[in-house]
């Protein structure tokens, strides 16, 4: 334990001023079990999946089928619980605040640490997160609604079908920002330099036209208002590759906890293609 | 005159297989005198503007001031009717099929040669055109209706306010070409690598948010129809410094006739940024 750790005894969050590595330390100290959102700024944060090594084959050809909303940012060797490109004091067992175990598709535990759940067997996928694209429209000025609400952003499931692989299969689920058509060229530009973070957006304007009946009931995170002057633009998202897991329901997987994402040592801006 | 030159005696179109020069020598042979549109393909075509030395600073600090619609590829020495970089060969005077003469603001003249108006304090702006991008969107596999249909592209005033400078000032004008979504976002991407011709979008969607009362109903070109699956989307267009130079009403200019165009040595790919 770092007695200069600046935890006062509750899940108080940690600074922002914290490393990458000391808010790791901290939540694998158990001291805290909250969002990420926020949390050592300018650092890549990923979604995390572990599935046993007979269907990691598989869930890498989906990946690599569909890398827009499953872009593999980490990729671990079997059995091991380490990434370290991605950072090499990183221990996938105890880094995340939540973690969810899954079997048969079932939601069968909510945890802090892993480690009684470890098998030789596992491999481990770190997927690309919007928080690196959204660092980067923030920091251009764009406002991005969700944020500003203190929301969750708004995610829908489409008819674009995934390409499959093996049991994985299913539709693309998409974030939506609400942005004025000028921020929304821009931020076209921008997130097309992020191909490892969901990259450019796969749509935009008329909902309908990739199946969304209605933007005011998202499947998933909150609802948010598109206001006339503004267009509502979707980016494909990291919660695709949660939905076709839970859908080909594997005998056994684990996942970060919505919100409760690994943080790397890689900087954002090292996940820009130029 | 060049007896290999494939002319039969009329204005038959050149043969897309000659060069930027070839072409350029047929004109100056006043060979040829119709719309450049597909000829030397794979080669920059620029606007034209031809202003006296007097008026020529505020042309270029207006340029300067509105790259999008105004991106000047070429610039001219005082009284020169050479522009070096863009070919060495390009004669102002005789190279383009047609010109337009205009004096107060008033067309006087349209006319094949400009060597008679000639004058030792003119300065001549080749402007890029959206030629050279519509050729990068094609060559994606980017349908353009308006040249499926062999029509003009659509052009419309919008009350997007240029930023002044002198004499020079007024609304940009904009080009429209509908786009399937999907479409909208990879040619964002393809444009924006092309900031000498226009570069990205200004706008996509609700014509109305730039002043547009009716897309039916072009300022200028040809109108296109917008299908249910598609979105329209707005380029900062060469038209703005015509309409801004006839609006400043100077004592002399000299023009490229609509569809009359500089064909230069330099290639499109050239004019990528990256």
């Known amino acids: 334990m770092n007695a200069q750790a600046p935890w006062n005894g509750t899940d108080a969050r940690p600074g922002r001023d914290l490393s990458p590595e000391a808010v790791r330390m901290l939540i694998r100290a158990g001291r805290y079990q909250g969002a990420t959102a926020g949390l050592a700024p300018g ?3 990923g979604n995390l999946v572990i599935l046993p090594k ?23 060797d079997v059995g091991s619980p380490r990434v370290p490109a991605l950072g090499p004091s990183i221990d996938l067992r105890t880094d995340l605040p939540r973690y969810r175990v899954w079997r048969n598709g ?43 609400c203190g929301a969750n952003v ?5 008819n674009i079908a995934c390409a499959p692989a093996g049991p994985f299969a299913g539709p693309m689920v998409v974030s939506m920002r609400p942005l004025k058509p000028a921020d929304a060229i821009r931020a076209i530009q921008i ?34 208002a598109v206001e006339d002057d503004e267009i509502p633009v979707f980016w494909a998202c990291g919660v695709t590759p949660q939905a076709v897991i839970a859908a080909a329901k594997p005998a056994f997987a684990i996942t970060h906890a919505p919100g409760s994402m ?3 040592d890689k900087r954002n801006s090292q996940m820009s293609a130029f």
Not at 115 to 129: A, K, M, N, P, Y
Not at 154 to 158: D, E, L, N, S
């Open 154 to 158: 708004a995610m829908y499931r489409t």
């Open 54 to 76: 007979d269907l990691a084959g598989d869930f890498l050809a989906f990946a690599h089928q569909n890398p827009k909303p499953c872009p593999v940012i980490g990729l671990s």
């Open 262 to 264: 690994l943080i790397t």
């Open 191 to 224: 997130t097309s330099r992020f191909p490892a973070v969901h990259g450019a957006p796969v749509h935009l304007g008329d909902p309908a036209l990739i199946g969304i009946a209605d933007l005011a009931t998202p499947d998933y995170g909150d609802p948010v």
């Open 43 to 45: 650092y890549v944060q």
């Open 106 to 148: 079932e939601l069968v535990a909510e945890l802090s640490d892993i480690r009684d759940h470890w098998r030789d067997d596992l491999v481990s996928f770190v997927i690309g997160c919007s928080f690196s694209f959204e660092e980067a429209l923030l920091e251009d000025g764009i406002p991005l609604r969700h944020v500003a």
